[in-house]
């Protein structure tokens, strides 16, 4: 079931979300194979924490690697990857479910590479969910800002 704060942005903005089985889209991978499109249009969110404490969400393509150097490009510092009880304590959402929207004192970067697709997946609170959306969506959303996390 989608957490109800997920679903008053979902309606607010004119979108909706894909619900499965519970449990059946924990990974980039296995929610691909149900959606049915390419992992890289996959919307993983990932979280991460500065040595000051501060906590950014990373939104980028399911397939992709995030170079230790782009991630401290972007944030201005080292990051190390929460762990799941962290992740769910500071987002309301477990890892696989892991939705971009309504978070309070998390900076969201966005993958720029999200970009190349019409439309990509995040979840939408639950391990089960994917909502329909593009990069330009999710910027205003989230009030992410995008983010090229590519090696230089």
Known sequence: ?????????????GLSALEFEPGSTPTAELAAARIGVEVSRIAKSLLFKAKDGAYYLVVCPGDKRLPPSALKRAAGSKLSMTDADETE???????????????????????????????VYPAAGTDATG??????????????????FSEE
């Open 89 to 119: 304590r500071v987002t309301g959402y477990r890892p696989g479910g892991v939705c971009p929207f309504a978070l309070e004192g998390v900076t969201v970067l966005l993958d720029k590479s999200l970009g190349d697709y019409a439309t």
């Open 131 to 148: 909502v329909p959306t593009n990069l330009a969506q999710l910027e205003r959303i989230t009030g992410g800002r995008i983010v090229d």
């Open 1 to 13: 079931m989608i957490p109800e704060k997920v679903r008053k942005i979902l309606e607010a903005n």
